[in-house]
Structures are given as structure tokens and as C-alpha cells.
């Protein structure tokens, strides 16, 4: 039995327990017109059997399933022949791989050895003892669940206060979880970049001039050393992000202006909508605008001038990025001034302000902190865009501040190095790692200025 069809019928046992549990609370008080003689809410009591009975149960299929492969794989072992079995890891490794493609019909079984033959019957055997084994323990769970639930079930009984302190452990695992998931990362990258800065230098990474991290298999070959400079990485991201944001930031906060403060209603809900629609169209469209349209009238326009303009240029990729991250500034940014109350507005226009007046001395100083928060994401998406520099903008790793030359971005090499079979142990794939940290920092960087703004100009507001 698949294991979602297990969840569905844990769902559908929940929601018995659910009826069950309700239905014991009301017949202990003689129906519904006792009902105020219940602690807690009939629906109470029956979220706390439908709890007792899935909450163990889920446990206990959790943890058989994340169990029950390495424990076959070891009886299935446990039964080949001792020459099979005195393998090295290796190559036991290998065998258990032939096993599970048998199993799974990925390879013929007639293409196999008799030994991975036995095997794959063996191990079918034990799987199909194993989930029938598991529908009944978890059947045993939920129903002894059930029951338990069913006979603490009296007039007295908290209901509400037990549902609710489950539903907050609940809360407080998630949100703990995605801490601990967060800081997992981070020491993940930490510890591969410093495992690349054991290697190359910090110093080397951080000001070297040059970016040429291909690593040559043999000494002799050319470029064997490889350069891991990334300043021509950190200065293509801020140029390209830099032309994005000239671009955005601009034209968003004027819109939302606009939409907020003078369009009327029925523009309003008319243009809104199509300007949010920018930030659903898929990246790799706004790459193929940027390579197939605006990057050739780009280059045409320069040549015209007398420029020369690379055919893919970080102009047009930081030209479509900003394109793509308007609504992240427009939304914010409107959703920020349409907030601001109406009281200020009415203070000011009391003192003798005008409209454009209002605007820029209350009402976008008192929206600042929504804003900045729109700019830094917006920054954010722009600084994490790939596909955009990839068909726009080219890979090459040049040490020019030329919008109208080929750069490339830090999010870019990072797909670049992890591309393809590579050698985990090497500078050329643990440099991802390093420029990972890099954007890590950044970011971090950008959040504690942003937080200081918000809350300079939220204490004079509030």
C-alpha cells in the first residue's frame, strides 16, 4: 500500500474519531440542550479524539517508513551466501543498487545474477510483510487512540485547553524547525566555503582580478591552477542588479504613487491587476526578450552611435530584470501609502500644504518603512536572478563596469560550477559554496540596514 493512500485513510480515520469524539461529549449531557454543560465546545472534543487517534499513528508511520528500507536491506544481506557478504563497502554498495533497480523494474531480472535474483524476491517478500505489518500496527494506534480518547471524554474534561496546547506545540515545533532548518544551511555553506578557503586564499577570492576557476585532471595541461578571483563576479552583479534597480525603483514608486493618491477607483482596480501580472510571467520569458528583441536593438541603437555593444550586454539583462522586479516595488509601495491614515493627509492640507506637498513630506515619510521593505526585496531578486543574466548577459567573467559589454553575476557561476559531473572535493566546485557565502553575507547585510530604517522612522509615526 502507497503511502498516500496510508495518509488518506489516517485522514479518514481522523474524521471518525472527530464524529465519535463530538458524539460522546453530546450524549453525556442528554443532546444539544446540554450542551452548556460541557467545559468546552462539542467540536472540542472531538478534535481531541481525531488528535489521539492520527498524532501516534503519524508518528509511527514516520518513523517505520524511514526505517523499514535499511532494515530490509540489512535481512536481505543477512541471507546472500559469505562470499557476497565479505564485499567490500564498495561494492556492497553497487549490489544493494542492483537489488532496488530489480525491485523497482528498472533493469530486467533476467539481466541480473541468480544471487541479485534471490535477492530482489527476498527483499518483494519482506516489503509486502512490511506494509502489511505497518496497516495494522497503525490501525492498532489509531484505534487504541480512539479509545482512550473516547473514555477520558467527560463534561469536565478541559477539551479546549488540550486542543489548543497541541495546536501551539505545533506552532512552536514549525517555527522552530524552520530556525533550525535556516542555521543548517548556513553552517552547511560555511563549512564547504571554508573547506575552498583552505585551498585558495581568502584574500585571493575576495580582491584577486581574475576569474578562471577550471581546473585542468593532469599538471601539464594549461591552466591547471585555475584564478579565483571574484571581484569581476561582485562587480558584474552590481552592475547588472544596479541598472535593474535604476529601473524599478523609479518607475514603481511613481506608479504606486499614481495608483494611491490620484488614479481614481475604477483605474485603480483595472491596472493594478495587469502590472502584478509582470511578476507571474516566468524568467526564462523575460530572457528570451532580452536575447531575441532588446538585446539586438540594443546592439543596433550602439552601432548606430558609433558604440560598440557586445551582443549580449549586461544593459539589456539589467533593462529586463528591472522590468521584472516592478511590481515588487509597485505592490509594497502602494499597499504602504494606501495605509497611511487619513488623519495625516487631514493635518496637512489644515496647515496649508497642497496635494504634491502632502505626498512628499507625510505621506511617503510615513510609508518609508513599507517602501524600503519593497526596495530590499526587490534588490534581493534582483542580486538572485539567473536564467535573465544567462541568455541576456553571457558568462563571461570581464572586469569592466561597461553595461554595454558581457558580464556576468554571482548567481550565475554558481549554477555554472555545480553543472555537470564534477569532482565534490575540488576549489572549482567548493568556490560555489564560497560564493554562496558571499551573497549570504550581502543579503544579511542589506536586512540589518533595512531593519534600522524601518525602525528609525516607525518610532517617529507611531
Request: net charge positive.
Amino acid at each position: 500500500m502507497s503511502h498516500s493512500v496510508l495518509l488518506l485513510a489516517l485522514v479518514v480515520v481522523a474524521v471518525l474519531a472527530y464524529w465519535v469524539g463530538k458524539s460522546r461529549a453530546l450524549s453525556l449531557v442528554g443532546g444539544g440542550r446540554g450542551i452548556r454543560n460541557l467545559h468546552s465546545l462539542p467540536s472540542y472534543y472531538g478534535f481531541m479524539a481525531a488528535l489521539w487517534c492520527a498524532i501516534p499513528a503519524l508518528i509511527v508511520m514516520v518513523l517505520w517508513v524511514s526505517a523499514q528500507d535499511t532494515v530490509i536491506s540489512k535481512l536481505v544481506l543477512s541471507r546472500l551466501p559469505s562470499s557476497v557478504q565479505s564485499l567490500d563497502a564498495g561494492q556492497l554498495s553497487l549490489l544493494k543498487n542492483d537489488i532496488r533497480n530489480v525491485v523497482s523494474g528498472a533493469i530486467p531480472a533476467e539481466s541480473a545474477s541468480p544471487e541479485v535474483q534471490a535477492a530482489a524476491a527476498g527483499y518483494r517478500q519482506l516489503r509486502s510483510i512490511a506494509d502489511l505489518s505497518l496497516v495494522a500496527v497503525l490501525l492498532l494506534v489509531s484505534g487504541l487512540g480512539l479509545f482512550l480518547a473516547r473514555a477520558r471524554i467527560a463534561p469536565t474534561l478541559r477539551a479546549r485547553n488540550s486542543v489548543e496546547g497541541v495546536v501551539e506545540f505545533m506552532l512552536m515545533a514549525c517555527s522552530t524547525l524552520a530556525i533550525f532548518v535556516t542555521v543548517g544551511i548556513v553552517l552547511s555553506v560555511l563549512y564547504e566555503a571554508l573547506r575552498f578557503f583552505h585551498a585558495v586564499p581568502v584574500h585571493e577570492f575576495v580582491f584577486g582580478l581574475k576569474w578562471s576557476p577550471q581546473i585542468a585532471m593532469r599538471a601539464d595541461q594549461v591552466g591547471s591552477s585555475g584564478a579565483f578571483g571574484a571581484v569581476p563576479l561582485f562587480l558584474g552583479t552590481a552592475v547588472i542588479s544596479g541598472i535593474a534597480m535604476l529601473v524599478a525603483v523609479p518607475i514603481g514608486l511613481f506608479s504606486a504613487i499614481y495608483l494611491a493618491e490620484y488614479a481614481d477607483r475604477r483605474f485603480r482596480s483595472a491596472v493594478k491587476p495587469v502590472l502584478e501580472i509582470l511578476a507571474g510571467i516566468p524568467t526564462v520569458v523575460y530572457g528570451f526578450f532580452a536575447a531575441l528583441t532588446l538585446g539586438p536593438f540594443i546592439r543596433q541603437l550602439g552601432e548606430s552611435m558609433g558604440l560598440e555593444v557586445a551582443s549580449e550586454s549586461a544593459l539589456s539583462a539589467g533593462l529586463v530584470m528591472g522590468i521584472m522586479i516592478i511590481p515588487f516595488v509597485s505592490s509594497l509601495a502602494d499597499d504602504m501609502i494606501t495605509a497611511v491614515p487619513q488623519s495625516l493627509r487631514d493635518g496637512a492640507y489644515a496647515l496649508g500644504a497642497t496635494r504634491s506637498e502632502t505626498i512628499r513630506q507625510v505621506v511617503l515619510r510615513a510609508a518609508l518603512p513599507g517602501i524600503v521593505g519593497g526596495v530590499l526585496l526587490a534588490i534581493s531578486r534582483a542580486i538572485g536572478e539567473t536564467m535573465i543574466v544567462v541568455m541576456a548577459a553571457g558568462l563571461a567573467a570581464n572586469m569592466t563596469a561597461n553595461p554595454l559589454a558581457a558580464l556576468t553575476t554571482v548567481t550565475v557561476q554558481i549554477v555554472t560550477l555545480l553543472t555537470g559531473d564534477q569532482e565534490f572535493d575540488s576549489p572549482k566546485t567548493l568556490a560555489a559554496f564560497a560564493l554562496g557565502l558571499v551573497l549570504f553575507c550581502v543579503t544579511l547585510l542589506l536586512n540589518v540596514v533595512a531593519l534600522r530604517v524601518v525602525r528609525k522612522y516607525r518610532e517617529q509615526y507611531e
